[in-house]
């Protein structure tokens, strides 16, 4: 059974960090690219941040490149994102997820193999 669990999300103030962990399972990371995808009601999901398992090349959206870092650990199939100096627009619940190449899930709309439920994440001021 693949599952992709998510921890970490909660309420932040502006400027704060948040460390966001997603447990992955029933695959092995290294055969995918994994990516953390966010949305907020009424708008399309929309990729935040991708890593190529076998090279560890971290891809960032325009939006939070500089702020977050995306990590992973395919000896413990986990995926962590860091998020620094938090900002209001970052309000969204936060998935993981699993695609065959960055540009699947960071080009456009996500087109995920697999993702999660998600954690939300609150940044208030």
């Known amino acids: 059974e693949v599952q992709l669990v998510e921890s970490g999300g909660g309420l932040v103030q502006a400027g704060g960090s948040l460390t966001l962990t997603c447990s992955a399972s029933?695959?092995?990371?290294?055969?995918?690219?994994m990516g953390w995808l966010r949305q907020v009601p009424g708008k399309e999901r929309e990729g935040v941040a991708c890593?190529?398992?076998?090279?560890?090349?971290?891809y960032y959206s325009d939006s939070v490149k500089g702020r977050f870092t995306i990590t992973s650990d395919n000896v413990r199939n986990t995926v962590t994102l860091r998020m620094d100096n938090l900002k209001l627009e970052d309000t969204a619940n936060y998935s993981c997820a699993a695609g065959p190449n960055p540009l699947t899930l960071l080009d456009g709309t996500p087109r995920p193999n697999f993702w999660g439920n998600g954690t939300p994440v609150t940044v208030s001021s």
């Open positions: 890593i190529t398992n076998s090279r560890g090349t971290a």
């Open positions: 029933g695959f092995r990371l290294d055969d995918y690219v």
